[in-house]
């Protein structure tokens, strides 16, 4: 057996010895704040296996001249990026040629390969769509139909960790206890989105929770990290060396009050290729061993000369990407890092992020939610619910108007429960549709405050389902809703249905939207109204009196995937006026918004089981940590 192979598995039984232990309850709150003591203890064992990992290495052999590419193919990043592709295409002609060997040597038998994920390519590549948990694109694309065809018949033996996503992927994480999982999907495992360390040149990871000694361990002791987290009570922006070659940086919030809670990584790699990662999952064990989440990335490669700055671009994938990243604090990290070992990053400011990689293919929208205040039009659709009604719209799925106007059916999956209104859940309600905030603002807050509630299904977990999953009430503490959330007396109970994963009895710590269309006349309709003529609410006065949407081949709505849970502080609050809209957000958060075209296509993007189950009046209960004496006991153990 190979030297490596058996070296990597006898980790994996390492690793998997440890996790033995690892049954006690977690409870990560939204609202905590870091604990000094851990954090210390933490960064003492962060230190030390940065001193083991570098005794390791000053003992391994340095590489032959014949294994260093040629001079020619290191000058420029894109040369470098050519060289890569070379590369992975000499490893996988060797991994085809030792798996044919095995399968003489065992009578040309070999193992199934786990059922794929497959969206129709011709679909995805003439339409342009965006790569939503395809498998059929993981593949490095080759030079001619003949490798093309070689390249299809043995993506299964190429791992993960060594496959490139130009097109985007989503998929589930994989979790230790649905493998396989019911649905087949294919899983990402936080090794796989990362790949090999020490092909890592520089990265910048954002998580609310973050457990620093373990994570350190994903990456070589000399790679420059960036750590975006949780601020303290203050709330005030700070920075600062928490480990070699590693620097910590929160945003500002508002009197200490709120989130950050992005989940992003960016992954620059010595070819000069870039990784996006939107991400569900925290960075820390529990959330990508015991529970469900969700990971989006997308490869992107160098450009061959960088695009002149152009200050008009603002809304675009890279654009908005960058100003969650002055958002986030991460200039003067940045700056910090250059100006103190480290001046060859591969990102020299954060305005290089558009002008140095080729953004070209990347098909999803951005959607974050920036913490503070936010006023007038141009601030307001850069973030929160309102940023996400501007992608609806530049997606072309807004609703329409009139007789031909569409509502949605929103399906919001999450892992906790905020406080609702039904001003506040209309207000999300008319962005998701795609409608102009400034329409809302116009009608009067007294009618605002008594619409009935819209089509949206709540999808959060209920006591029995986690009572009757794998880890029981010991595995719900990162689900959050309180009991006189529940019980008050104006809470949308008729609202929720019950969270069933699609992979397995697991809990879901994944914040989706399943949104689709269906005919259905203006929330501000009157019964009277709805007989007889049609009351219009048009953006401008310019517009025609009825928005004909229905097109063939028109998408049946959107997907969202992200941190946001469906709640005011992440998706933020409207008030002022159609003409002075404000905007207020508590959190920091980050997701993507993409088309579904058919009701397979949602089927294979939820994470959840469709249609979910509406829980039962007078029987169903949510999932609540307060009322679990199990979990407070494991929790004080």
């Known amino acids: 057996m190979d030297k490596d192979l058996e070296r990597a ?7 998997s010895q440890a996790s033995a232990s690892s049954s006690r309850a977690i409870s990560i709150s939204d609202s905590e704040d870091d604990d000094d003591d851990r954090f210390k203890s933490e960064l003492l064992q962060a230190i030390q296996a940065s001193k083991t990992e570098s005794s390791r290495a000053t003992t391994q052999s340095i590489r032959s001249p014949e294994s260093l590419p040629p001079q020619s193919a290191r000058s420029t990043p894109a040369a470098s990026f050519l060289s890569e592709r070379a590369q992975m295409e000499r490893e996988r002609l060797e991994r085809l040629k030792r798996v044919r060997g095995q399968d003489a040597n065992d009578g040309g038998r070999i193992s199934p390969p786990a059922k794929r994920q497959h969206i129709p390519s011709s679909e995805i590549h003439a339409n342009g ?12 694309p080759s030079s001619s139909s003949a490798s093309s065809r070689t390249a299809s018949t043995s993506i299964n033996h190429i791992p993960t960790s060594e496959q490139l996503f130009w097109n985007g992927e989503l998929r589930p994480t994989a979790n230790k206890y649905s493998q396989p999982r019911q649905d087949r999907k294919s899983t990402f495992r936080l090794t796989e989105v990362l790949g090999l360390k020490s092909d890592i040149s520089f990265a910048i990871i954002a998580s609310y929770s973050t457990s620093v000694s373990w994570i350190y361990e994903f990456f070589a002791p000399s790679t420059p990290v960036i750590m975006v987290a949780q601020p303290d009570q203050s709330g005030q922006p700070t920075i600062k060396n928490i480990l070699p070659n590693w620097v910590m940086t929160v945003p500002f919030l508002r009197n200490g009050r709120g989130c950050q809670h992005m989940k992003f990584m960016l992954i620059f790699y010595k070819t000069g290729r870039l990784r996006v990662v939107i991400s569900t999952a925290n960075l820390i064990d529990f959330d990508w061993r015991d529970i469900e989440n969700a990971v989006w990335l997308q490869d992107l490669p160098p450009r061959s000369a960088p695009l002149p700055h152009d200050p008009k671009a603002i809304d675009d994938f890279p654009s908005i990407m960058q100003n969650v990243l002055r958002a986030v604090n991460v200039r003067p990290a940045l700056a910090n890092m250059l100006a103190n070992d480290h001046p060859n990053l591969p990102l020299q400011t954060i305005s290089d992020l558009r002008m140095k990689w080729d953004w ?42 009139g007789k031909a106007a569409k509502d949605l059916v929103v399906e919001s999956q999450g892992s906790s429960i905020g406080t609702y209104s039904t001003q506040w859940i209309n207000e999300f309600y008319w962005s998701a549709r795609g409608e102009s905030a400034e329409d809302w603002l116009d009608e009067p807050k007294s009618r605002r405050t008594k619409l009935s509630w819209p089509p949206v299904k709540i999808v959060f977990p209920s006591l029995k389902t986690v009572r009757d999953s794998v880890l029981g009430e010991q595995g719900g ?15 949308p109970r008729e609202l929720f249905h019950d969270s069933n994963s699609t992979g397995g009895s697991v809990l879901m710590h994944t914040k989706m939207i399943i949104a689709t269309y269906r005919p259905k006349k203006s929330i501000f309709e009157t019964s009277s109204q709805s007989k007889g003529k049609e009351r219009e609410l048009s953006d401008s006065e310019t517009e025609p009196e009825s928005d004909d949407i229905e097109i063939q081949n028109d998408p049946i709505g959107w997907a969202y995937v992200g941190s946001h849970n469906f709640t005011p502080s992440a998706w933020g609050t409207l008030s002022g006026s159609g003409f002075n809209p404000v905007l207020n957000v508590v959190n920091y958060e980050l997701g993507i918004i993409f088309p579904l075209y058919d009701a397979k296509d949602a089927e294979r993007v939820s994470c959840f089981k469709r249609p979910a189950r509406k829980y039962a009046s007078g029987q169903d209960r949510p999932w609540i940590q307060e009322e679990s004496q199990l979990l407070r ?4 153990a």
């Not at 598995?9 to 690793?15: D, F, H, N, P, V």
């Open 9 to 15: 598995i006898a980790l994996s039984l390492k690793e």
């Open 477 to 491: 503490g990162t689900m959050f809703c309180r009991t006189n959330q529940w019980e008050g007396s104006k809470f």
């Open 129 to 140: 769509r965006a790569n939503i948990a395809s498998a059929s694109s993981s593949s490095v």
């Open 633 to 636: 006991q494991s929790q004080q």
């Open 360 to 401: 070209s293919k990347v098909k999803v929208k951005l959607v974050p939610s920036i913490a503070g205040k936010h006023e007038g039009w141009p601030n307001i659709i850069l973030t929160g619910h309102t940023r996400l009604m501007k992608a609806v719209r530049d997606m072309g799925l807004r609703t329409g108007k």
